[in-house]
């Protein structure tokens, strides 16, 4: 295949009809038969009049995660304009993400926009927030639990592998071993704030420079798992109360610092980002210590989370 259709993009709907191909691309783009492992499809409710007019359709079809599952389709070869022209085509339902083809070749695939609605098995890594530390309950990691098992006991699992302190090198290098016997398909990052600390032994060390590393090798991971990597942003933090933490000191600096790190990271490789800050933002009386929510401020974690698994028109 010529260097200028860089591009591989798996289709399993309206984007294998001929007809689209044309209205979007003016011609039949190359393709090929593909499968893809570990998804099944269910339809989606479509509202855009121009995306209706191309496909002569007013649903769709959309990925969720399903082990065993196989969804057969077709792989497109596009050039940049093609591949532009297929994200402007398809509704804000959908966002674009790297896969695993049952062939072993990555492509790009669209997915669903919420990353944990499609979700079956969860893997959650991070720190003592994420740990649900200062809450009895287990906080949002636990809530979060109780109610993806609930939706569906027979296919869904939430393995929470969080370790309190964790940084997000210490995150990736502790992952990989740990994944294999959970076959998971999401993974939800939650660590970062450790790396914002300033360590009062070597005030000029700096976490954050490194960080992209960190988040690399995470995204490597969950790809070699055919899994979603979500990164979740840091939680407001009560700097006035934080102090001299365990010879660390957080500020609210530094944890914007890390949330805007995350989220450009997130935007430049196409890997998702849960913004955490503004359930908590301004609100004392939810943080224990500055730092570790309290019971009511990991429920507003979780609500927060998951107003967002709920879209209207899906199906």
Same mark, same amino acid.
């Given at each position: 295949?010529?260097?200028?259709?860089?591009?591989?993009?798996?289709?399993?709907?309206?984007?294998?009809?001929?007809?689209?191909?044309?209205?979007?691309?003016?011609?039949?783009?190359?393709?090929?038969?593909?499968?893809?492992?570990?998804?099944?499809?269910?339809?989606?409710?479509?509202?855009?009049?121009?995306?209706?007019?191309?496909?002569?359709?007013?649903?769709?079809?959309?990925?969720?995660?399903?082990?065993?599952?196989?969804?057969?389709?077709?792989?497109?070869?596009?050039?940049?304009?093609?591949?532009?022209?297929?994200?402007?085509?398809?509704?804000?339902?959908?966002?674009?993400?790297?896969?695993?083809?049952?062939? =072993?070749?990555?492509?790009?695939?669209?997915?669903?926009?919420?990353?944990?609605?499609?979700?079956?098995?969860?893997?959650?890594? #991070?720190?003592?927030?994420?740990?649900?530390?200062?809450?009895?309950? #287990?906080?949002?990691?636990?809530?979060?639990?109780?109610?993806?098992?609930?939706?569906?006991?027979?296919?869904?699992?939430?393995?929470?592998?969080?370790?309190?302190?964790?940084?997000?090198?210490?995150?990736?290098?502790?992952?990989?071993?740990?994944?294999?016997?959970?076959?998971?398909?999401?993974?939800?990052?939650?660590?970062?704030?450790?790396?914002?600390?300033?360590?009062?032994?070597?005030?000029?060390?700096?976490?954050?420079?490194?960080?992209?590393?960190?988040?690399?090798?995470?995204?490597?991971?969950?790809?070699?798992?055919?899994? %979603?990597?979500?990164?979740? #942003?840091?939680?407001?933090?009560?700097?006035?109360?934080?102090?001299?933490?365990?010879?660390? %000191?957080?500020?609210?600096?530094?944890?914007?610092?890390?949330?805007?790190?995350?989220?450009?990271?997130?935007?430049?490789?196409?890997?998702?980002?849960?913004?955490?800050?503004?359930?908590?933002?301004?609100?004392?009386?939810?943080?224990?210590? =500055?730092?570790?929510?309290?019971?009511? =401020?990991?429920?507003?974690?979780?609500?927060?989370?998951?107003?967002?698994? %709920?879209?209207?028109?899906?199906?």
């Amino acid at each position: 295949m010529s260097d200028s259709r860089p591009h591989l993009l798996f289709s399993f709907g309206t984007l294998m009809d001929p007809k689209v191909q044309k209205a979007l691309f003016g011609q039949v783009v190359p393709s090929r038969p593909a499968s893809l492992a570990g998804y099944a499809t269910r339809p989606l409710k479509i509202t855009d009049p121009d995306v209706i007019a191309a496909s002569g359709l007013d649903v769709h079809l959309i990925l969720e995660r399903k082990l065993g599952g196989v969804v057969e389709g077709a792989v497109l070869h596009l050039t940049d304009r093609e591949l532009a022209a297929a994200d402007a085509y398809e509704v804000d339902d959908y966002t674009r993400r790297r896969v695993v083809l049952s062939s =072993g070749e990555s492509a790009w695939a669209y997915l669903d926009a919420n990353p944990l609605r499609p979700a079956a098995r969860i893997v959650i890594v #991070g720190d003592s927030i994420a740990y649900g530390r200062c809450d009895p309950q #287990g906080g949002w990691a636990a809530r979060l639990a109780a109610a993806h098992i609930a939706e569906n006991e027979t296919a869904h699992r939430v393995f929470n592998l969080t370790i309190p302190g964790s940084t997000l090198a210490g995150v990736s290098e502790q992952t990989p071993a740990l994944l294999a016997p959970r076959l998971p398909d999401t993974i939800l990052l939650a660590a970062g704030i450790n790396d914002s600390a300033v360590p009062l032994s070597t005030p000029d060390a700096d976490g954050l420079v490194n960080l992209t590393d960190g988040l690399a090798a995470l995204a490597a991971t969950a790809h070699a798992h055919n899994a %979603r990597l979500v990164v979740l #942003g840091p939680v407001w933090l009560d700097e006035e109360r934080t102090g001299d933490y365990e010879g660390l %000191r957080f500020t609210e600096n530094r944890a914007l610092a890390l949330r805007e790190s995350l989220r450009t990271w997130c935007e430049d490789n196409h890997i998702d980002f849960v913004d955490m800050w503004e359930p908590l933002r301004k609100k004392p009386d939810l943080l224990t210590d =500055g730092i570790h929510p309290t019971p009511a =401020g990991h429920q507003a974690l979780y609500q927060h989370l998951a107003a967002g698994r %709920r879209t209207e028109g899906s199906a």
